[in-house]
C-alpha cells in the first residue's frame, strides 16, 4: 500500500520544487537601490524630533513614507516632484 502513494508524492514533491527555482518576475532589491531610497525619503519625510526617530515624521504618516520609498523602488531610484508634495 505504502508503494501505490510513494510515486505520485514524489512527482509532487519534485514538481513543488521545480516550481519553487522558476525565477520570478520582480527584479531584486540591490543594497545601493535601497541606501538612495532610504535617502530620498528621510530627506521627503524630516522628523518630527532630529534624532528621535520615534517622534514620527513632520509631513507625513508610515503609510506614506512606505509608499514613497515603495515607488522609489519600483521606479529605480526616480522619484517625480509631483509625488513628492503629497
Not at 3 to 18: D, E, H, I, R, Y
Not at 27 to 46: W, Y
Request: net charge positive; aromatic share 4%.
Amino acid at each position: 500500500m505504502v508503494a501505490n502513494w510513494k510515486s505520485p508524492l514524489m512527482l509532487l514533491a519534485v514538481t513543488c520544487l521545480a516550481a519553487g527555482a522558476l525565477p520570478g518576475h520582480a527584479s531584486a532589491l540591490t543594497a545601493e537601490l535601497a541606501r538612495k531610497c532610504s535617502a530620498l525619503t528621510a530627506k521627503q519625510f524630516p522628523p518630527r524630533e532630529p534624532g528621535n526617530p520615534a517622534a514620527g515624521s513632520a509631513k507625513g504618516s508610515g503609510r506614506t513614507q512606505h509608499d514613497y520609498f515603495n515607488k522609489c523602488v519600483a521606479n529605480n531610484g526616480k522619484v517625480d516632484a509631483e509625488t513628492s508634495s503629497k
